[in-house]
């Protein structure tokens, strides 16, 4: 008999940091904060009220909110960790910089943090 898949997250998961840096010449810099939260189901996604990000030019900013949002639903999906997705992801720090910072490098930071947050569950908790 196998078990039913597990719940991710099982608990609040608090203060994921990932810097995403690749220096190249197509360099990649993206550094974010994340809050996973268990939900009822599914996956959703927010930035936490108030999150100023020093960047220009501004209009670029909502493109990389979701392109993190977007490699942390699709690490979340891989059928390798055997979970079942019931998490809401909070936005609680973001930081980009002129030269490096697009789209990709976001969306790599989103899936580096559900990567994580992944991990961490896999250890005793504390």
Do not use: K, W
Request: hydrophobic content about 40%; some cysteine; overall charge negative.
């Amino acid at each position: 008999m196998t078990s039913a898949p597990r719940r991710f997250p099982p608990y609040p998961i608090r203060g994921v940091r990932i810097l995403h840096q690749r220096q190249n010449c197509a360099p990649h810099f993206a550094e974010i904060e994340v809050d996973f939260e268990p939900a009822a189901e599914g996956f959703s996604f927010e930035v936490a009220e108030g999150l100023t990000v020093e960047y220009e030019p501004r209009g670029d900013l909502p493109g990389f909110f979701a392109a993190i949002a977007e490699g942390i639903e699709e690490q979340l999906s891989r059928p390798e960790h055997g979970v079942v997705t019931a998490a809401h992801a909070v936005l609680r720090r973001a930081r980009a910089e002129e030269f490096g910072s697009h789209d990709l490098a976001f969306r790599i930071a989103g899936y580096l943090a559900a990567r994580q947050a992944l991990e961490h569950t896999e250890s005793p908790h504390p």
